[in-house]
């Protein structure tokens, strides 16, 4: 796809980024263990991994950060976010925090006592897929995560609007056969581990109705709130004449809870939150964990300009121009390798090209990590970082030490908000078609040296032959 409009806004400031010879990138990535996570950033030219803290500000938040208010407590900059909170989404109650992580360690430990003192006793948090902090916080708490995932999502090849939704029917026995251990419902939009594919609205109300009929909390994960709330509105016949404020309003009136790393839609560095509608009794037990885990309750770990940018970036995701860019970016870097014939998820979801590895290799076993075969050969290939989600992301089951089964073997080209141009997304296409034509050359993947948890970001490899 051609890009119909242009983007929304010029560019005021420039970062030099630098290309490199072939043999510099070699020497990096053997120094950094075959794991593109060890890279230093000067030796990346395009930096695909995440879209997480990595886009640029507006000057309207650069204004806001020099008129942030630094006190320790009660903060200028705390009520302006916790103002912005009400405005859009309409929940009363506001806890800062570091990040999307910071908000999942105050609140779930919280949930699962509230849980046991209801008589759970093997207590489980259900979600359309859960992010993998979001498991590995549920775990630390001492519940079990549950992915309820539709099975379209896992077809790469099959369109569906709706990758993101719950199966509902799953949801349905599970309250049914299990209600008095489910903790909470996390809805995850848009839905990060199956392609940034998007939860529709009628799910959305189905799935939180089912959990506030038994009396389970319902909690969204909000990081890409205002991706999924454009995705509403293009596809949900019912939502085309409405704008996204309405839409995120309407999303949020069907949860309790939300919590959210305002690193992707909230178009900050670094930031988060944990957030209540109207459950006061919550909000201020959830206050007592944030003192010791994040900071005072006004600045949970940020900044005053920290939050002071927050406030602002909230209200520019919701920005109609801003989001038909930034998907159509997507979108045209995801057409030019469909057109190659690379397989992709489809449709394009909404931060990230998901590259399915397990049918560009499928000699490679996930043990030997397909999708960080084609990592580190883009990166060899162009100097473009991409990230692998997949066997290795998915780790070992800690009691059996297994390898747990993985959905996917995907190759994840994460693009940062507002950060690369089209010219960009084209040099990555073009490289990565390069690539793919010498797939049958790479080589599969071991570990060097395998790190007990959350391998993905330490490990260190060796090439095997094939
Ligand atoms: C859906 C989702 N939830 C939670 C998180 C965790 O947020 P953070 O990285 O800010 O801790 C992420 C991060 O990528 C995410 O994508």
Redesign the pocket.
Known sequence: MSRSEPEPWRIKMVEPIRMTTRAQRQKALMEAGLNPFMLKSEEVFIDLL?D?GTGAMSDRQWAGMFLGDESYAGSRSYYQLSQTVKDLFGFQYTIPVH???GAEQILFPFLVELAKEKGASEPVFLSNHH?D??KAHVEIAGARAKNLICPSSLQTDVSDDWKGNFDLNELENEIKNNQKNIVAIVI?ITC?SVGGQPVSMENIRLAAKMARDAGIPVII?A?RFAENAYFIKQRESSFFNETISQIVKEIFNEADIFTM?A??DGMVNIG?LCCFRYNESWFRQVQLRCVPMEGFVTYGGLAGRDMSAMAIGLREALDEDHLRSRIAQVEYLGHKLQQAGIPIQTPVGGHAVFVDARKIFPDIKPENFPAQVLCNALYLESGVRATEIGSLMMGRNPITGQQEPSLFELMRLTIPRRTYTDNHMSYVAKSLIDVIEKADTLKPLEFEYEPLILRQFTARFREIER
């Open positions: 995440t997480s990040q999307g992580r992010f902090t979001t995850t990060n994960d990081a790393s690193k992707k988060g």
